[in-house]
């Protein structure tokens, strides 16, 4: 695996919706969603699946690394789950992508989200993730959090003996909806402040540096990774430091020798609004600005429902079958012009259930 470099950030307003809008018009066939080898068995019982993009092909992901991401992929998730009576399946699918995932896989990734739909009788609700701004309901499946790492298929990233490894620095931090999030970030001493804890791996010796306002659940989560790492690599050592008494002369210090990476894709809430989509052109003109109602949606049409946080697509139940598997690329359009196109995404038709969509209707 070569060295961390600086790579350029992603650009979440590029155009690259293009590739997958184009292939949606055609609408995906029942048929040739049933080709695809990675659905088979999909959705036919309770459970997380996860699949990776690779050079345009849907590969299974490990399940042993469930919650691992590299930066530079794009991923399938697709949870499956019984309704309140138990006696049917419902399916939310989820396409992640990395901040370093190229537009060829952005797209086929969205495209395949769509086949995958299909191929489960347009039953799921779907939803676009970015890498850093998940949704709750993303992260809800990963009870031991969500690790971010740098790499990827593309990069020929390959497991390798501790002896060869790479340094690479880990943050634990709390995020927005209070969990505990692991991301790899450049190695970088100005990273490193008093309120979270980090993880230096140099293969044979992994550090653990508690920053002195870090809490106690930030430390057990980093000592609960590391036991798995050593699990991994037999004669690993870990040692643990204490921030503030480690003197700059320190290994832990010396191997942090890399420039910071900016990092402005700030979250926080936009004013809520309501737009239809003229599916004619895939622009959207505004309704209502303020919170929306369900009695504000109309089955002949598409509506943007941006919450402030999440954008959800609805369809109506009348909607062509063009329009319905277009719910993707109709947000992906409104987002570009945004101030924060990194948002999730949610699709919803008309009849399906959606929580947190009916959490952002007005009462």
């Known amino acids: 695996m070569t060295g961390l470099v ?3 950030k992603y650009d979440w307003t590029d155009s690259n919706m293009a590739l997958f809008g184009s292939d949606t018009e055609k609408q995906v066939k029942k048929e040739s969603a049933a080709t695809e080898p990675a659905w ?11 699949w990776r993009i690779e050079q345009f092909q849907v590969k299974d ?5 469930y919650g691992e991401f590299y930066n530079g992929d794009s991923y399938i998730v697709l949870n499956t789950y019984k309704d309140d009576d138990g006696d049917n399946l419902l399916h939310d699918v989820h396409f992640w992508i990395g901040k370093n995932s190229s537009q060829d896989e952005y797209g086929t990734a969205a495209y395949k989200t769509v086949e995958l739909d299909t191929y489960l009788d347009d039953v799921p609700v779907q939803h676009r993730e970015c890498q850093g701004h998940e949704s709750s309901l993303f992260k809800s499946y990963f009870p031991k959090g969500i690790t971010t790492m740098e790499g990827g298929a593309a990069s020929g990233f390959r497991h390798v003996t501790p002896e060869e490894y790479e340094p690479r620095l880990f943050i634990f931090s709390r995020d927005k909806d209070g969990r505990i999030a692991v991301r790899q970030i450049p190695r970088a001493a100005s990273l490193v402040v008093p309120g979270d804890v980090f993880i230096l791996d140099l293969g044979l010796t992994i550090y653990q540096y508690n920053g002195e306002e870090s809490s106690p659940s930030e430390r057990a989560k980093a000592m609960q990774y590391i036991g798995n790492l050593k699990s991994q690599r037999g004669e690993a050592t870990s040692i643990v430091l204490d921030g503030g008494s480690v003197p700059k002369s320190h290994e832990f210090w010396v191997k942090l020798d890399q420039d910071p990476d900016d990092d402005d894709d700030l979250d926080g809430d936009d004013d809520q609004k309501l737009l239809r989509v003229n599916t004619d052109t895939a622009q959207s003109e505004l ?4 919170s929306f109602s369900r009695s504000d949606l109309k089955s002949d049409d598409v509506f943007i429902c941006d919450s402030g946080n999440t954008v959800f697509v609805w369809v109506g139940g ?3 079958g063009a329009e319905k598997r277009n719910g993707l690329p109709y947000a992906h359009n409104y987002l570009r012009g945004s101030g924060r196109p ?3 995404i949610t699709v919803v038709k008309e009849g399906q259930k959606c929580p947190q969509f009916e959490a952002a209707l007005a009462a």
């Open 6 to 8: 600086k790579a350029k």
């Open 40 to 50: 088979q068995g999909a959705g036919i019982a309770p459970g997380l699946r996860i």
């Open 61 to 65: 992901w490990p399940k042993e690394d």
């Open 287 to 290: 309704v209502k600005d303020g």
């Open 318 to 320: 009348s909607a062509s």
């Open 342 to 344: 990194w948002r999730s």
